[in-house]
Nanobody
Framework: QVQLVESGGGSVQAGGSLRLSCAASGLTASVMTMTWYRQAAGKEREGVAVLWANSNTDYADSVKGRFTISRDSAKETLYLQMNSLKPEDTAMYYC??????????????????RGQGTQVTVSS
């Protein structure tokens, strides 16, 4: 059974940092395309960062230069290092694996496996 379990969320002040983790089981995360996306209250889901199976990365314009997606293959864990956090980064953050269709960053993207999310709150 595939499981993706996020952790590392919390409350920080603007300018602070957090590192999110997504522990994968039941799949070989090291060879899959995986992503972090977020959904703020009352807003559409948006992709934040993607780590392609070939190890290339892409980021939403809103987080470029501040967020870094990475993977520890030995631990089957995906990370999102978030620096210089802003209040507009406040959202529930989810990881997902196995890209099926749609642009990775859009609300219409489809992923086979998703986690339950971890809340990030950034205060000004």
């Amino acid at each position: 059974q595939v499981q993706l379990v996020e952790s590392g969320g919390g409350s920080v002040q603007a300018g602070g940092s957090l590192r999110l983790s997504c522990a994968a089981s039941g799949l070989t995360a090291s060879v899959m395309t995986m992503t972090w996306y977020r959904q703020a209250a009352g807003k559409e889901r948006e992709g934040v960062a993607v780590l392609w199976a070939n190890s290339n990365t892409d980021y939403a314009d809103s987080v470029k230069g501040r967020f870094t997606i990475s993977r520890d293959s030995a631990k089957e864990t995906l990370y999102l290092q978030m620096n210089s956090l802003k209040p507009e980064d406040t959202a529930m953050y989810y990881c997902a694996a196995f890209w099926l269709s749609g642009s990775w960053f859009s609300a219409a993207s489809n992923w086979r496996y998703r986690g339950q999310g971890t809340q990030v709150t950034v205060s000004s």
